[in-house]
């Protein structure tokens, strides 16, 4: 599943509004409507006890005014409670319930014989009644004259819409309230989302696409909340570890491959090098007889120039053929190392002079050098200097008239080796991989035998080391040879 498919769920931001906002909101809702309610009921009866504190202003004169029967007095002090609060209607009644006096747009629909009863119980008593269609609320009170005896009854009416508009009000205001801080609890999560999160989690995921389109060497950067940190970290540490088991299994592949490439190749060089010996074995003695003849011949003085120029040729020829065998047979041999300690400058100038001939005659310049004291080993002497004498030789030919071939000696901490190098036209790097096969060669035909270097490699490998090719400083061909050191320089 790719990075991009998750995209059809739901994003953290979502889940965070889904699953804590919501709920949050919800017990917000759920606690501001009881909590509203309450207010109600709170606003409710404090609007009745104002309605009440007027009453009990006014009892005290409406007492004195109707014990007196002073009718300017009630009628005065009617008038004074709407100067003290919001009150829709007042009424005075006597004990038979018959109204004597009264101040306010409509009546309230109470029957006398109701407010004679409430006023011979003497008890405060307030409730919502329908006054000609409108809702009002009223509170009654009993009035009593200076001996306590029941005189009347007081009637506070206010409308029941004034209760209901300021409640609406409280409702309205409570609902935006309500609002804002839901918008302020959504707006908190986004931004703590975002800075705390989102950004954070954003670049993990631009992260992990980078290294799923093939950027293995990418890596998180570890910013944010220590878990954040935590993660990019331990993803770090992740992909560390797949590219660590990847090195480790490529490089296992390749030693395998390496592995089975070197079992072919010994068992391809083992059969070419039964059939080398076992032609070399064949033409050997053949060979000999030839030479041996030839050189008979050619001793006889009286022998005609003519006839002596063939001989010479055949002998030229055998010569060749026995030059082709011994390499077949040192192709071919599978004789043990015979280990002693050698001086690799010792090596260097005992293969140097077996060439110098060729390479004076081609005017072609021999230049050894190396560390001073040469570095020493344990080595097979005479299959050492055979390789560097095939080195040379094949340098010396590579290299035109008036040229220059280096060999030079060298040793580091674990290894040791020679390098070959001549300024003539190099070996094109298509072909360094074939160049060490047996009876390969770029040489033209009845030049080369293509055994030289695949003897070289062979040798170099029977010593636990290795033979490469690359381009030398000038631009020819350079041979390197590296050895493990041993003895006393290990």
Same mark, same amino acid.
């Not at 010569?319 to 192709?331: A, T």
């Given at each position: 599943?790719?990075?991009?498919?998750?995209?059809?769920?739901?994003?953290?931001?979502?889940?965070?509004?889904?699953?804590?906002?919501?709920?949050?909101?919800?017990?917000?809702?759920?606690?501001?409507?009881?909590?509203?309610?309450?207010? @109600?009921?709170?606003?409710?009866?404090?609007?009745?006890?104002?309605? @009440?504190?007027?009453?009990?202003?006014?009892?005290?004169?409406?007492?004195?005014?109707?014990?007196?029967?002073?009718?300017?007095?009630?009628?005065?002090?009617?008038?004074?409670?709407?100067?003290?609060? $919001?009150?829709?209607?007042?009424?005075?009644?006597?004990?038979?319930?018959?109204? /004597? *006096?009264?101040?306010?747009? $409509?009546?309230? #629909?109470? &029957?006398?014989? #109701?407010?004679? @009863?409430?006023?011979?119980?003497?008890?405060?008593? =307030?409730?919502?009644? !329908?006054?000609?269609?409108?809702?009002?609320?009223?509170?009654?009170?009993?009035?009593?004259?200076?001996?306590?005896?029941?005189? =009347?009854?007081?009637?506070?009416?206010?409308?029941?819409?004034?209760?209901?508009?300021?409640?609406?009000?409280?409702?309205?205001? *409570?609902?935006?309230?309500?609002?804002?801080?839901?918008?302020?609890?959504?707006?908190?999560?986004?931004? *703590?989302?975002?800075?705390?999160?989102?950004?954070?989690?954003?670049?993990?995921?631009?992260?992990?696409?980078?290294?799923?389109?093939?950027?293995?060497?990418?890596?998180?950067?570890?910013?944010?909340?220590?878990?954040?940190? &935590?993660?990019?970290?331990?993803?770090?540490?992740?992909?560390?570890?797949?590219?660590?088991?990847?090195?480790?299994?490529?490089?296992?592949?390749?030693?395998?491959?390496?592995? #089975?490439?070197?079992?072919?190749?010994?068992?391809?060089?083992?059969?070419?090098?039964?059939?080398?010996?076992?032609?070399?074995?064949?033409?050997?003695?053949?060979?000999?007889?030839?030479?041996?003849?030839?050189?008979?011949?050619?001793?006889?003085?009286?022998?005609?120039?003519?006839?002596?120029?063939?001989?010479?040729?055949?002998? !030229?020829?055998?010569? $060749?053929?026995?030059?082709?065998?011994?390499?077949?047979?040192?192709?071919?041999?599978?004789?043990?190392?015979?280990?002693?300690?050698?001086?690799?400058?010792?090596?260097?100038?005992?293969?140097?002079?077996?060439?110098?001939?060729?390479?004076?005659?081609?005017?072609?310049?021999?230049?050894?050098?190396?560390?001073?004291?040469?570095?020493?080993?344990? /080595?097979?002497?005479?299959?050492?200097?055979?390789?560097?004498?095939?080195?040379?030789?094949?340098?010396?030919?590579?290299?035109?008239?008036?040229?220059?071939? !280096?060999?030079?000696?060298?040793?580091?901490?674990?290894?040791?080796?020679?390098?070959?190098?001549?300024?003539?036209?190099?070996?094109?790097?298509?072909?360094?991989?074939?160049?060490?096969?047996?009876?390969?060669?770029?040489?033209?035909?009845?030049?080369?035998?293509?055994?030289?270097?695949?003897?070289?490699?062979?040798?170099?490998?029977?010593?636990?080391?290795?033979?490469?090719?690359? $381009?030398?400083?000038?631009?020819?061909?350079?041979?390197?040879?590296?050895?493990?050191?041993?003895?006393?320089?290990?």
């Amino acid at each position: 599943m790719s990075i991009w498919s998750l995209k059809r769920g739901l994003s953290l931001r979502v889940s965070l509004l889904l699953y804590l906002v919501l709920p949050l909101i919800i017990v917000l809702a759920v606690t501001g409507y009881y909590s509203l309610e309450r207010l @109600e009921q709170q606003v409710e009866k404090r609007m009745q006890e104002d309605i @009440e504190l007027i009453a009990r202003a006014i009892r005290g004169p409406l007492e004195h005014s109707l014990e007196h029967g002073r009718e300017g007095g009630l009628a005065q002090t009617l008038a004074s409670a709407f100067r003290i609060g $919001r009150v829709y209607g007042v009424y005075v009644y006597d004990a038979g319930g018959r109204k /004597i *006096a009264s101040s306010g747009p $409509r009546e309230p #629909e109470v &029957h006398s014989v #109701e407010l004679a @009863e409430l006023a011979a119980k003497g008890d405060r008593v =307030g409730g919502y009644q !329908d006054a000609r269609g409108a809702q009002i609320y009223s509170y009654f009170v009993p009035l009593s004259d200076s001996v306590g005896r029941n005189t =009347g009854l007081l009637q506070l009416t206010r409308e029941g819409r004034d209760f209901q508009n300021y409640i609406e009000r409280v409702r309205k205001q *409570a609902l935006v309230l309500l609002s804002l801080l839901a918008l302020l609890l959504v707006g908190i999560v986004i931004y *703590a989302h975002h800075r705390v999160i989102g950004r954070n989690l954003a670049a993990l995921v631009g992260c992990m696409a980078r290294i799923e389109k093939g950027d293995r060497s990418h890596r998180a950067v570890a910013c944010g909340p220590r878990e954040m940190r &935590h993660l990019a970290v331990g993803m770090n540490a992740m992909l560390d570890s797949i590219a660590r088991s990847e090195n480790e299994l490529e490089q296992r592949r390749r030693n395998q491959i390496e592995l #089975e490439q070197r079992l072919l190749q010994s068992q391809k060089m083992a059969a070419i090098g039964q059939l080398a010996a076992g032609v070399a074995h064949e033409l050997g003695t053949p060979l000999s007889v030839v030479s041996g003849k030839a050189q008979r011949m050619l001793r006889k003085p009286d022998l005609p120039a003519p006839i002596a120029e063939v001989f010479g040729q055949i002998r !030229d020829a055998v010569q $060749r053929m026995e030059h082709i065998v011994r390499q077949l047979l040192d192709f071919g041999r599978s004789n043990p190392l015979r280990l002693r300690t050698a001086a690799l400058d010792a090596l260097a100038e005992s293969a140097a002079a077996q060439v110098r001939e060729e390479a004076t005659a081609k005017e072609v310049t021999l230049r050894l050098e190396g560390p001073q004291p040469a570095p020493r080993t344990e /080595i097979d002497t005479v299959r050492m200097e055979q390789v560097l004498m095939n080195l040379l030789l094949n340098a010396i030919q590579a290299t035109d008239p008036g040229g220059r071939v !280096d060999l030079r000696w060298f040793a580091d901490d674990q290894t040791l080796g020679f390098e070959v190098a001549d300024d003539g036209p190099g070996v094109p790097e298509e072909l360094h991989n074939r160049l060490f096969e047996p009876f390969f060669t770029t040489k033209p035909v009845g030049e080369g035998t293509g055994l030289g270097l695949a003897v070289a490699q062979a040798a170099a490998r029977d010593h636990g080391g290795r033979l490469s090719i690359g $381009r030398s400083e000038s631009g020819g061909a350079l041979f390197t040879l590296i050895l493990e050191k041993s003895g006393e320089n290990k």
